[in-house]
Nanobody
Framework: QVQLVESGGGLVQAGGSLKLSCAAS????????MAWFRQAPGKEREFIAA????????YYADPVKGRFTMSRDNDKTTVYLQMNTLQPEDTAVYYC?????????????????WGQGTQVTVSS
């Protein structure tokens, strides 16, 4: 059974940093792509970052470019999201997602598997 488990969320002051992790299990070969999304209270879930497995190419949404960095372990089953210079508007539940087929990385429907989410709260 495939599972994605996020960790690393918490409460941080504005300007601070957090590093989220997402560990994937139940699959013996690497995912074509993995991604991070977030959902703020009262808002729709939005794309944050994605990484293609083969090329290691990363994509970022404009609000987080230059502040967030996505990376992965060499075994390609764990991905990370380093979040720097956090702002109150970054407060959200952050989700990890994985796809078994190619697609548009910023679209939710590209992804087959989702984690349960981890809360990130940034205080002003």
């Amino acid at each position: 059974q495939v599972q994605l488990v996020e960790s690393g969320g918490g409460l941080v002051q504005a300007g601070g940093s957090l590093k989220l992790s997402c560990a994937a299990s139940g699959r013996t070969f690497s995912w074509p792509a993995m991604a991070w999304f977030r959902q703020a209270p009262g808002k729709e879930r939005e794309f944050i970052a994605a990484m293609w497995s083969v090329s290691s190419r990363t994509y970022y949404a404009d609000p987080v470019k230059g502040r967030f960095t996505m990376s992965r372990d060499n075994d390609k089953t764990t991905v990370y999201l380093q979040m720097n210079t956090l702002q109150p508007e970054d407060t959200a539940v952050y989700y990890c997602a994985a796809t078994v087929r190619p697609g548009i990385v910023s679209r939710e429907d590209t992804y087959t598997y989702w984690g349960q989410g981890t809360q990130v709260t940034v205080s002003s």
